[in-house]
């Protein structure tokens, strides 16, 4: 059976406290290795740098343009192809009437 991360945690630091460790202390030793594991994740990202914010959040605009030019592209088609269809059955029924 896993345990989650939380929880794993809150039973270290129980057990920690329970063999003589202070809470304190085992709470800081948490905090500081959250900091360092989070730090490195973001350097071998390459985002440590002080730059990485604004470069995420130009990434998170070009995304959003992204999305937004793909939908009105599918809008368009939608509309085009609707308007094929609308053409096209006008002209059966404009050569049914004709006949």
């Given amino acids: 059976m896993e345990i989650g991360g939380g929880a794993v945690l ?14 304190a202390t085992l709470r ?12 490195r994740a973001l350097t071998r990202l390459g985002l440590a740098d002080a730059g990485a914010g604004r470069d995420l959040a130009e ?3 070009l995304l959003a343009a992204w999305r937004d030019a793909k ?18 059955i006008a002209a059966r029924l404009g050569m049914g009437v004709m006949r």
């Fill in 10 to 23: 809150a039973q270290l630091i129980a057990q920690g406290a329970a063999q003589g460790a202070d809470l």
């Fill in 28 to 39: 800081g030793i948490a905090e500081e290795a959250g900091e360092l594991g989070a730090t």
């Fill in 59 to 61: 990434l998170r605009a």
């Fill in 71 to 88: 939908r009105a592209a599918w809008q368009r088609f939608a509309g085009w192809v609707a308007a094929v269809v609308l053409g096209l």
